[in-house]
């Protein structure tokens, strides 16, 4: 998969409705063992809690699902927190709902609108953002073409992860998997194909409106 939505990081928001107090929890996590462990942490941290509701999904093709009502009507908890996944396209990420009953009766309706929020806090509160599959490329030239080599570079957008001067100069850059012969032509072109390149690894870089982190 060339890209995938996740969340940046584990936080959580809360949401009061009709006095009942709902936490919502979110995590990014790589497998579902993981993603137990997060669920068993926040059962942990809120054992007098009346309900933890809670969903996941794991795999770039949402191969495991799961979900727990906790003992809310079926339907009314576990599935809205799921689906609130799946509709923002999110992979690898798991919810944790926590309801601390205030006295009032939601009927099944006002549930599903109540764990659908406090999902929708916790995914937004732990930052959704974009992974995409990256080469290191390293681009080796000579000193004399560093300052038109490095202007090219920033101009079309690629990332330098740093610069090595030795002999030559060595940028070692991340180049979206997609535009890696893109870049490779391109770079021949400006060096009249004097420069080295050496194609390294693939990894997923994690982008913020279509910017790398850093």
């Given amino acids: 998969m060339e890209k995938y939505k996740t969340i940046l990081k584990e936080n959580m928001d809360e949401i009061i409705i009709e006095r009942s107090k709902f936490l919502g929890y979110a995590a990014p996590v790589e497998t579902e063992g993981e993603a137990i462990d997060f669920i068993k942490g926040v059962n942990e941290k809120h054992k007098d809690a009346n309900h933890n509701v809670y969903g996941y999904t794991i795999g770039y093709d949402n191969e495991v699902q799961r979900y ?5 009507p079926s339907g009314t908890a ?7 996944i799946r509709k ?3 992979k690898n990420v798991v919810v944790v709902v926590t309801r601390y009953f205030g006295g009032i009766k939601l009927g099944a309706g006002g549930l599903v609108r109540a764990y659908t929020k406090a999902a929708k806090l916790g995914l937004a509160a732990s930052k959704i953002v974009s992974k995409r599959l990256y080469s290191q490329i390293t681009l080796k030239i000579d000193y004399s073409l560093i300052g038109k080599i490095q202007n090219e570079i920033i101009q079309q957008g690629y990332y ?9 100069v060595a940028f070692n850059l991340y180049v979206r998997n997609t535009e890696v012969e893109g870049f490779k032509a391109a770079a021949i072109d400006w060096t009249n194909d004097k420069a ?3 194609e390294g690894e693939t990894e997923y870089l994690t982008e913020i409106e279509g910017k790398i982190l850093k």
């Fill in 196 to 198: 080295i390149i050496i």
């Fill in 68 to 72: 727990s009502d906790d003992g809310e």
């Fill in 88 to 90: 923002e396209d999110l």
């Fill in 78 to 84: 576990g599935i809205p927190v799921l689906e609130v």
């Fill in 160 to 168: 330098i992860k740093d610069t090595v001067y030795q002999e030559d």
